[in-house]
Nanobody, 130 residues
């Protein structure tokens, strides 16, 4: 079955960097767009970034554009979220995700469309102190 395992969370001071990784098993990773979300207590989970199946198209929420970079290595079944210039408001649990329906790119892989039904990773805490 589809499994997503995250690593790389932690604590950092404002202005610092962290990199999250997510390794996927149980399906053909290279066929699917992948997603990063985040959630803070009392708020809905929000989309952060997407990357198409081949890695050629990426998209970001406006709140992280220019600071976060999503990438993937299909030969390792792994994708990443490089987070630079971190701010205290980036503090959240970060989740990697894959849409349950086949989604390789295009509209379903857009930062303007977070309405898919997803498989989720277990979450990784990122804490940014001021």
């Amino acid at each position: 079955q589809v499994q997503l395992a995250e690593s790389g969370g932690g604590s950092v001071q404002a202005g610092g960097s962290l990199r999250l990784s997510c390794t996927a098993t149980g399906y053909k990773f290279e066929n699917h767009c992948m997603f990063w979300f985040r959630q803070t207590p009392g708020k809905e989970r929000e989309g952060v970034a997407t990357i198409s199946s081949g890695g050629y198209a990426t998209d970001y929420d406006d709140s992280v554009k220019g600071r976060f970079t999503i990438s993937r290595e299909n030969d390792k079944n792994t994708f990443y979220l490089q987070m630079d210039s971190l701010k205290p408001e980036d503090t959240a649990v970060y989740y990697c995700a894959r849409a349950r329906e086949l989604c390789a790119g295009g509209r379903c892989c857009s930062a303007r469309n977070w309405g898919n039904d997803y498989y989720w990773g277990q979450g990784a805490q990122v804490t940014v102190s001021s």
